[in-house]
């Protein structure tokens, strides 16, 4: 079935570091592709997505390309803040529901020093 | 933007009593509402989708008299856990999409801890 991997946490990393969290799928078709961010006490809020192979998405700093060879859509961001601590959830849409669900990651916390 | 209001936030509840959480969505009308699991160091696991007016749909393996979903209006659904136990104890978290459904209209909840004692 659709399912999706991403790395386990905590990721620990300095203010102005350079951020990676991968995150591959296994899905039938071209499911759409996002990356959550989940803040202390808050809901999950998209961070952004894709729809098709090559597809970049970018918010706030963040990006994230669709690699259909590869099956995956690594989150970066080339210089994180503090204010970036929050756990990640990479998922999927499969296109076998008529995109009307979200497959979930297990989630990556990130964690960012001063 | 849209706003998903889940409450309670985290609850305390003793073996076999029953336990509602409600999700509303408060500045828009959700015609679909979903309702996760996450366990510790898991992924968000869907339980069902529900949609107003209508019986929800439960993924497999969940059972439906343990987990009651209501979505009586456009702005709130909740879900029952019945005659709870420790195993239900979670983190239970909902999420709505706008009456346009658009494919990225999914507005999540902050979520309710269960613990059951």
């Known amino acids: 079935g659709d399912s999706v991997t991403q790395m386990e946490g905590p990721v620990t990393l300095s203010e102005e570091a350079f951020l990676t969290i991968n995150c591959t799928y296994t899905a039938t078709g071209y499911p759409s592709l996002f990356w959550y961010v989940q803040y202390p006490g808050e809901g999950l809020q998209l961070l952004l997505k894709a729809t098709k192979a090559d597809d970049k998405g970018s918010n706030k700093g963040f990006e994230a390309t669709y690699r259909k060879e590869t099956t995956s859509f690594h989150l970066e961001k080339g210089s994180v803040q503090v204010s970036d601590s929050a756990v990640y959830f990479c998922a999927l849409s499969p296109p076998n529901t008529g995109f009307q669900k979200l497959v979930f990651g297990t989630g990556t916390r990130l964690l960012v020093s001063p | 933007g849209a706003v998903v209001s889940q409450h309670p936030s985290w609850v305390i509840c003793k073996s076999g009593t029953s336990v509602k959480i409600e999700c509303r969505s408060l500045d828009f009308q959700a015609t679909t509402m979903f309702w996760y699991r996450q366990f510790p160091k898991q992924s968000l696991m869907l339980m069902a989708t529900s949609n107003e007016g209508s019986k929800a749909t439960y993924e497999q393996g969940v059972e439906k008299d343990k987990f009651l979903i209501n979505h009586a209006s456009l702005t709130l659904s909740t879900l029952t856990v019945t005659s709870a136990h420790p195993e239900d104890s979670s983190f239970y978290i909902c999420?709505?999409?706008?009456?346009?459904?658009?494919?990225?209209?999914?507005?999540f909840g902050s979520g309710t801890r269960l613990t059951v004692v």
């Open positions: 999420s709505a999409r706008d009456e346009a459904g658009s494919l990225y209209g999914y507005t």
